[in-house]
């Protein structure tokens, strides 16, 4: 199983890109751009993984899926929203039916 401490490994590199120089990394230029920009990328990614789900091959959708990911945790970063808050909202909602928290929210 791939060491699941990649994504705090990944977040730690994404908030340095905040500070860094938009030319030095992909995500310091997208930074640089604005939140805005960062949204649509999640977005187009979020796109991407739904037409790849769509089709019949895995290694796609399992690529799409981390591009996803990946632009997930640049938008948290520049939010400051920490990983580990959104871990901690999973594990409240762990065993709760679905229905159930959905209503909680709205109702």
Do not use: C, W
Not at 4 to 9: K, S
Not at 20 to 46: F, Q
């Amino acid at each position: 199983m791939p060491d699941q401490d990649i994504l705090f490994r990944l977040e730690t590199t994404l908030i340095a890109r905040k500070s860094a120089a938009p030319g030095s990394s992909y995500v310091a230029s997208l930074y640089a751009k604005g939140l805005d920009a960062v949204l649509k990328k999640v977005g187009e990614e979020a796109t991407e993984a739904i037409l790849a789900a769509k089709g019949d091959d895995p290694v796609h959708l399992t690529r799409e899926a981390a591009d996803l990911l990946f632009h997930t945790l640049v938008m948290l970063a520049a939010k400051d929203i920490p990983l580990s808050d959104v871990l901690a909202e999973l594990e409240r909602r762990e065993g709760t039916s679905g229905i159930d928290e959905k209503n909680a929210r709205h109702g």
